[in-house]
């Protein structure tokens, strides 16, 4: 079955430290989104991408990059760990067209201390 | 900005009865809205949408009712389980743009978290 995975599914880290979190799916979808859940302000926008080599910025991009080199894979990277970015991150996949429903992964609970 | 908005942050309801969730919208520019659920430590998953030339989309329990006029939609779910006690988001998206450069991207609500009770 075609699924979306995350990677660690928890993770403790120190401020200022680069982290990367894994997000890859078998679905073969060309548009994938990086959001983080947050108290208060449901999930928001990070970064997204319509297919291999092309990336946006979202609504909450900055301290954050992220690079697409496959259809399955969006890796996304904290440059200089902060506490603020201390949230649940959820990575999603979608084919193309509006509306198409997105899927999503379990999700990644990052700490930064 | 919050351009998609759920002002109850939790309601709770017996089994059941009704379970009315609502959401606005600032942007006319929207022309898609979805709702998605999620259990505690999973990933949200898709429940129910409807496009902006209908005013209402019906899928078992559960409907979802449009308000153009009014930029407000609401979820109905009738009748309510306790399995259905979960967070609830409302989306919306739409082309803003001739590149179509928001295609596909959803903004969410704040959340509404449905508790059902036996």
């Known amino acids: 079955d075609a699924e979306i995975t995350q990677s660690p599914r928890h993770k403790i880290t120190e401020t200022g430290r680069q982290v990367t979190l894994a997000c890859h799916q078998t679905w073969n979808h060309n548009n994938m989104f990086w959001y983080r859940q947050d108290l208060g302000h449901g999930l928001r926008l990070i970064h997204y991408?319509?297919?291999?080599?092309?990336?946006n910025k979202g609504e909450v991009s900055d301290g954050y990059s992220v690079s697409r080199s496959n259809t399955e894979d969006l890796p996304l990277t904290l440059e200089s760990a902060a506490s603020s970015q201390t949230s649940v991150y959820f990575c999603a996949s979608a084919s193309q067209g509006i509306g198409n429903e997105q899927f999503f992964g379990p999700g990644t609970r990052l700490t930064v201390l | 900005d919050q351009q998609v908005k759920q002002n109850s942050p939790s309601l709770s309801v017996q089994e059941g009865r009704i379970s009315i969730l609502n959401c606005d919208y600032t942007n006319s520019m929207f022309d898609y809205f979805l709702w998605y659920k999620k259990y505690p430590a999973e990933g949200p998953t898709f429940l129910i949408s409807i496009s902006s030339i209908k005013d209402k989309n019906e899928d078992g329990r559960f409907t979802v009712f449009l308000n153009k006029s009014a930029k407000h939609l609401s979820l109905h779910i009738v009748p309510s389980q306790p399995g259905d006690s979960a967070v609830y988001f409302c989306?919306?998206?739409?082309?803003?743009?001739?590149?179509?450069?928001?295609?596909?991207?959803?903004?969410f609500g704040q959340g509404t978290i449905l508790t059902v009770h036996p």
């Open positions: 989306a919306a998206t739409g082309r803003f743009n001739a590149g179509g450069t928001s295609y596909g991207k959803l903004t």
């Open positions: 991408s319509y297919g291999v080599q092309d990336t």
